[in-house]
């Protein structure tokens, strides 16, 4: 019996064993299977995760805020200017690194072109940066609940140097030495559970990132982990040998578990305690080592690392690390993803923006930067799941090395020992290695665009998603009138009751409203919305596919002119609604509003963001799918320096627009969004204020009860949120 205990606790004995920084890669690793393997074990492990996150967390924002608060207790003014202007300028250095960085990786995004399907944040207005609120707090005590971390550093920092001119000081420093000796305690027990803790969060959002979007994800992934890694494992490293001659291999096995739980967890705050306590070590053990004579006691040199130790390392969180400066190079990405590449141009704006953005927390700066660049601030949810799965813990990981750079180095050149070091090959090679490192940069960069070039581009899955999806709500079919015949009393009400049978006419290649999808049927968020109707009202429905622009002939009426021959009952097509049209036909109640945008090709008018920039462009020519002279009119004032073609449909502007005989296409930014899925080699902007129009459907002049009845059955529709379920489905493609 004895013998059979020792077998079964063998495997929990080797794993006790061993140290933390491997406990917490198995945990990791047995997440990741679990995650894929056993999806439906997230509902448990998912709050053991959040759980160990929030114990983790618990006793960080207090321990960084007393730390400041004794470390700048204890110095003297002028110890103050010198070691905040030393690590100022670390500090900037490292940012220029990881800028420089964001620029040339979309260098290694290969020619995948794809477009998304409409977001609603296009159509909303940027948010304005706002560093006033962050900084400084107007309650401290909210910032400390709301994990304002750069107002919480400021207002340590002001207790801290206020504390610098109070008398006997020192009996209150000893009092918070003791109250952050306990919070690092805490830190050290709740740390024992890491691997568990990590092996929840893994499985938990393992499933966020997949589907068929996973070849371009991956291009990123591979893109900004391996920067990533080149920064935190070769060129940081090789920057703190140059200037402290601490060797790389004593530094990655110093904080090897630091690092290591930093990737786990995505969290730089966790491992906090333990940056303050092996930086002490470390640099104390080099320091002895570089003494003149090594006649200086251990003790003492611990004694004069210790205060700029403490005071750098919470310090540094308040400034955006070397990781949150790289992840802004998601929005790049998601130009790129979504077929509108950042212009060139553009890059040194976009690259100070997301530099001051990054004193924000991730997702809302984030959230602010794609608003800022004109992409869908919607696309911050893709944001958070490969933040979750992959891009947080390259990202910490890079984070985390880049404050034990700035410690380290900005600590040195506070107290390095006297004297120049002697100028050798050794020394030479030592100066250069960061610098060499820095070039393995746009090489990998580079090899990895080739390889990326080399695999066969993956299908566009919203074109796809598009062309195959069936009626969200809709049970039938729509039954398309090739040969419709004019009906005296179309649009009558009670002959529409007796006859069981109401005909639509709907614009012909209306995406995403009325198309023929990739087997020929004729579907769409009007066509559905259209047989719904019919289906609750005991009707048969039937189609007229009509040309949007009303050709000449009796083959090819415009809306109006099929309503005035009797040839449908509705126009169920959402059209802008035009004043002039009102003594023609009845508009429905108005449903929806729709922005406008531009197709563009090529990136000539992306740098023109605002209706104002428009305005001023000389030379345009800009094409419109309208036979209205209020809409002609309206824009032609809007843009009273271009040349507006509008004697066209869209599909033929469209070609206008490929061929460059035109610089860009006016379109509802709904509309626009679905064409750009089926021509993803144009892009979709949508001019600051955003300008919109009310948009309803049309009926016979004379079609007053069928007008009523459709207004009070739609709004039935947008009460019980059928409206809005077939509208996310085909025009978000949700």
């Given at each position: 019996?004895?013998?059979?205990?020792?077998?079964?606790?063998?495997?929990?004995?080797?794993?006790?064993?061993?140290?933390?920084?491997?406990?917490?890669?198995?945990?990791?690793?047995?997440?990741?299977?679990?995650?894929?393997?056993?999806?439906?074990?997230?509902?448990?492990?998912?709050?053991?995760?959040?759980?160990?996150?929030?114990?983790?967390?618990?006793?960080?924002?207090?321990?960084?805020?007393?730390?400041?608060?004794?470390?700048?207790?204890?110095?003297?003014?002028?110890?103050?200017?010198?070691?905040?202007s030393r690590a100022g300028l670390v500090l900037l250095g490292l940012w220029a690194m990881a800028l420089g960085a964001v620029m040339i990786l979309p260098l290694g995004f290969p020619a995948w072109r794809e477009a998304s399907l409409f977001k609603p944040s296009l159509l909303q207005?940027?948010?304005?940066?706002?560093?006033?609120?962050?900084?400084?707090?107007?309650?401290?005590?909210?910032?400390?609940?709301q994990t304002q971390i750069p107002a919480v550093v400021l207002f340590s920092l002001a207790l801290g140097i206020a504390l610098i001119a109070v008398p006997q000081r020192q009996q209150l420093i000893d009092v918070l030495d003791r109250i952050a000796a306990a919070l690092l305690g805490i830190s050290s027990f709740v740390a024992r559970f890491t691997p568990l803790g990590v092996l929840a969060i893994t499985a938990s959002t393992t499933q966020l990132v997949a589907g068929p979007q996973l070849p371009r994800l991956l291009v990123y992934l591979v893109l900004l982990s391996g920067v990533a890694l080149l920064f935190a494992l070769l060129v940081l490293p090789l920057l703190v040998r140059s200037c402290t001659g601490i060797r790389v291999r004593a530094l990655l096995r110093s904080f090897r578990t630091p690092l290591i739980i930093a990737f786990a967890t995505a969290?730089?705050?966790?491992?906090?305690?333990?940056?303050?306590?092996?930086?002490?070590?470390?640099?104390?053990?080099?320091?002895?080592?570089?003494?003149?004579?090594?006649?200086?006691?251990?003790?003492?040199?611990?004694?004069?690392?210790?205060?700029?130790?403490?005071?750098?390392?919470?310090?540094?969180?308040?400034?955006?690390?070397m990781g949150r400066v790289i992840s802004i190079s998601f929005v790049p990405f998601a130009g790129w993803l979504t077929g509108n590449p950042l212009p060139s141009d553009e890059l040194p704006g976009f690259l100070l923006t997301g530099l001051a953005s990054t004193f924000l927390e991730g997702v809302l700066a984030m959230t602010f930067l794609l608003d800022r660049?004109?992409?869908?601030?919607?696309?911050?949810?893709?944001?958070?799941a490969l933040d979750q799965i992959a891009v947080a813990r390259v990202g910490t990981l890079l984070a985390c090395m880049s404050v034990i750079t700035l410690v380290l180095i900005g600590t040195w050149l506070v107290v390095r020992p006297a004297g120049r070091p002697r100028l050798s090959a050794a020394n030479l090679m030592r100066i250069l290695a960061p610098a060499a490192a820095l070039v393995c940069m746009p090489l990998y960069i580079g090899a990895s665009r080739?390889?990326?070039?080399?695999?066969?581009?993956?299908?566009?899955?919203?074109?796809?998603?598009l062309e195959t999806q069936g009626f969200a709500l809709a049970s039938t079919r729509a039954i398309v009138d090739a040969m419709p015949t004019a009906e005296p009393q179309a649009g009558n009400w009670s002959s529409i009751q007796q006859g069981g049978l109401i005909r639509y006419c709907v614009h012909r290649r209306d995406y995403p409203m009325a198309f023929r999808n990739a087997s020929g049927l004729l579907v769409?968020?009007?066509?559905?919305?259209?047989?719904?109707?019919?289906?609750?009202?005991?009707?048969?429905?039937?189609?007229?596919?009509?040309?949007?622009?009303?050709?000449?002939?009796?083959?090819?009426?415009?809306?109006?002119?099929?309503?005035?021959?009797?040839?449908?009952?509705?126009?169920?097509?959402?059209?802008?609604?035009v004043p002039e049209q009102g003594g023609a036909v009845l508009n429905a109640r108005p449903t929806e509003n729709f922005g406008i945008g531009l197709m563009l090709n090529g990136n000539r008018l992306a740098d023109l963001r605002s209706?104002?920039?428009?305005?001023?462009?000389?030379?345009?020519?800009?094409?419109?799918?309208?036979?209205?002279?209020?809409?002609?009119?309206?824009?032609?004032?809007?843009?009273?320096?271009?040349?507006?073609l509008t004697d066209q449909a869209l599909p033929e502007l469209f070609e206008a627009l490929a061929q460059g005989r035109l610089d860009a296409v006016l379109v509802t930014a709904q509309q626009g969004a679905a064409w750009n899925v089926i021509y993803p080699r144009f892009s979709l902007l949508v001019p600051q204020p955003v300008i919109s129009f009310p948009a309803s459907r049309q009926l016979p002049l004379q079609a007053h009860a069928l007008a009523r009845v459709w207004d009070s059955w739609e709004l039935i529709q947008a009460t019980d949120g059928s409206r809005e379920k077939v509208y996310r489905h085909w025009v978000e493609g949700q």
């Amino acid at each position: 019996m004895n013998a059979g205990i020792p077998a079964i606790a063998r495997p929990v004995q080797l794993f006790l064993r061993q140290n933390l920084a491997l406990q917490v890669l198995e945990g990791l690793l047995v997440g990741l299977v679990v995650g894929l393997l056993l999806p439906a074990a997230n509902l448990v492990l998912a709050p053991i995760g959040q759980i160990f996150l929030h114990l983790f967390q618990m006793p960080v924002i207090p321990f960084l805020s007393v730390s400041l608060i004794t470390g700048v207790g204890r110095l003297e003014l002028s110890q103050a200017s010198r070691l905040l202007s030393r690590a100022g300028l670390v500090l900037l250095g490292l940012w220029a690194m990881a800028l420089g960085a964001v620029m040339i990786l979309p260098l290694g995004f290969p020619a995948w072109r794809e477009a998304s399907l409409f977001k609603p944040s296009l159509l909303q207005a940027p948010e304005q940066l706002n560093l006033l609120n962050l900084f400084i707090p107007i309650n401290p005590f909210s910032a400390y609940a709301q994990t304002q971390i750069p107002a919480v550093v400021l207002f340590s920092l002001a207790l801290g140097i206020a504390l610098i001119a109070v008398p006997q000081r020192q009996q209150l420093i000893d009092v918070l030495d003791r109250i952050a000796a306990a919070l690092l305690g805490i830190s050290s027990f709740v740390a024992r559970f890491t691997p568990l803790g990590v092996l929840a969060i893994t499985a938990s959002t393992t499933q966020l990132v997949a589907g068929p979007q996973l070849p371009r994800l991956l291009v990123y992934l591979v893109l900004l982990s391996g920067v990533a890694l080149l920064f935190a494992l070769l060129v940081l490293p090789l920057l703190v040998r140059s200037c402290t001659g601490i060797r790389v291999r004593a530094l990655l096995r110093s904080f090897r578990t630091p690092l290591i739980i930093a990737f786990a967890t995505a969290n730089l705050l966790v491992v906090l305690p333990l940056l303050v306590n092996q930086g002490k070590q470390l640099l104390a053990a080099t320091l002895v080592q570089q003494g003149p004579d090594q006649a200086e006691r251990r003790q003492a040199i611990e004694q004069r690392i210790a205060l700029p130790i403490e005071v750098l390392t919470p310090l540094a969180l308040v400034f955006p690390d070397m990781g949150r400066v790289i992840s802004i190079s998601f929005v790049p990405f998601a130009g790129w993803l979504t077929g509108n590449p950042l212009p060139s141009d553009e890059l040194p704006g976009f690259l100070l923006t997301g530099l001051a953005s990054t004193f924000l927390e991730g997702v809302l700066a984030m959230t602010f930067l794609l608003d800022r660049m004109g992409l869908p601030s919607d696309l911050v949810e893709l944001y958070l799941a490969l933040d979750q799965i992959a891009v947080a813990r390259v990202g910490t990981l890079l984070a985390c090395m880049s404050v034990i750079t700035l410690v380290l180095i900005g600590t040195w050149l506070v107290v390095r020992p006297a004297g120049r070091p002697r100028l050798s090959a050794a020394n030479l090679m030592r100066i250069l290695a960061p610098a060499a490192a820095l070039v393995c940069m746009p090489l990998y960069i580079g090899a990895s665009r080739l390889v990326f070039e080399r695999l066969p581009a993956p299908s566009n899955p919203v074109r796809r998603q598009l062309e195959t999806q069936g009626f969200a709500l809709a049970s039938t079919r729509a039954i398309v009138d090739a040969m419709p015949t004019a009906e005296p009393q179309a649009g009558n009400w009670s002959s529409i009751q007796q006859g069981g049978l109401i005909r639509y006419c709907v614009h012909r290649r209306d995406y995403p409203m009325a198309f023929r999808n990739a087997s020929g049927l004729l579907v769409g968020a009007d066509v559905e919305m259209g047989l719904l109707f019919a289906e609750q009202m005991g009707l048969v429905a039937r189609f007229v596919e009509i040309d949007p622009m009303g050709r000449p002939g009796p083959d090819n009426p415009g809306a109006i002119a099929a309503q005035q021959r009797g040839l449908c009952d509705l126009l169920l097509s959402t059209d802008v609604i035009v004043p002039e049209q009102g003594g023609a036909v009845l508009n429905a109640r108005p449903t929806e509003n729709f922005g406008i945008g531009l197709m563009l090709n090529g990136n000539r008018l992306a740098d023109l963001r605002s209706w104002k920039d428009l305005q001023s462009a000389v030379g345009l020519r800009i094409g419109l799918e309208a036979s209205s002279h209020f809409l002609k009119q309206w824009f032609a004032k809007r843009l009273p320096k271009a040349a507006l073609l509008t004697d066209q449909a869209l599909p033929e502007l469209f070609e206008a627009l490929a061929q460059g005989r035109l610089d860009a296409v006016l379109v509802t930014a709904q509309q626009g969004a679905a064409w750009n899925v089926i021509y993803p080699r144009f892009s979709l902007l949508v001019p600051q204020p955003v300008i919109s129009f009310p948009a309803s459907r049309q009926l016979p002049l004379q079609a007053h009860a069928l007008a009523r009845v459709w207004d009070s059955w739609e709004l039935i529709q947008a009460t019980d949120g059928s409206r809005e379920k077939v509208y996310r489905h085909w025009v978000e493609g949700q």
